[in-house]
């Protein structure tokens, strides 16, 4: 399959067919993925393949918490989990906020769940000193992630990038046993899309960016410098 096609066409899947992944597709998929760069190449992620359904619900009703919050935050008109500006959601609003079954189907339904952590021993936190949430060390272990669903798109499965079981780390830790110094970046269930996006949304280049600085002219093709 043509590279920008892949590109274009790689939606967020949380509807699946049933059908199994193999081991052997599912072996081939991280193999292309593992070459993700990764700071200094020093590769520290770490993929914990899930298929036992009792493992599986336990971290679907831990990332139920992650839900929770999103969805009182929404009803409230706040961006969910927005670091900059805080909630003013009360623990009674978040209290009586129901999840739905279907925010984390996608846990129980895909054919296998991924679970992508990063060892935190070996990224480089170059921001870590802002005042502001640290967002570089994940360049260490996202592209890895991309990667995952590129190659599973090649391989005519989906799958979708989640967080909301980040919400309880500590317990998702304990649960699969993973170290206190590895972070968990991200779940991704894959399986068998029931229907396979043809076209992608997104805005134009020229929307969100610009020359020269942040406020500078939109970029365009062809555009004289300033």
């Known amino acids: ?43 520290g992620v770490r993929v914990i393949v899930l298929r036992e359904r009792d493992t599986r619900e336990k971290l679907a009703a831990l990332s139920a918490t992650g839900a929770r919050r999103y969805l009182a935050q929404a009803a ?69 992630v991309w990667n995952v669903l590129l190659a599973a798109r090649n391989e005519g499965f989906g799958g979708v990038l989640t967080t909301m079981a980040v919400a309880e780390e500590p317990r998702v830790q304990q649960l699969l046993g993973i170290p206190a110094d590895h972070a ?17 949304t997104r805005k134009a280049v020229e929307e969100f960016t610009t020359s020269e600085r942040f406020d500078g002219a939109s970029f365009l093709p062809g555009a004289p410098a300033s």
């Open 76 to 144: 409230h008109g706040e961006a969910p989990w927005n670091p900059v500006h805080p909630t003013d959601v009360s623990a009674e609003q978040l209290a009586a906020t129901e999840v739905p079954a279907e925010m984390t189907a996608p846990l129980l339904t895909a054919a296998v769940v991924l679970v992508v952590c990063v060892d935190l021993g070996v990224v480089a936190a170059m921001d870590q000193d802002l005042d502001r949430i640290g967002l570089i060390a994940g360049a260490s272990v996202y592209p890895f």
């Open 184 to 200: 968990v970046a991200a779940v991704v269930p894959l399986g068998r899309p029931q229907r396979q996006v043809r076209t992608l």
């Open 1 to 43: 399959m043509d590279t920008y096609q892949v590109m274009r066409t790689t939606g967020a899947v949380r509807r699946f067919t049933g059908d199994p992944l193999p081991d052997d597709v599912l072996h081939r998929i991280l193999d292309h993925a593992r070459f993700a760069p990764t700071g200094g190449n020093r590769q």
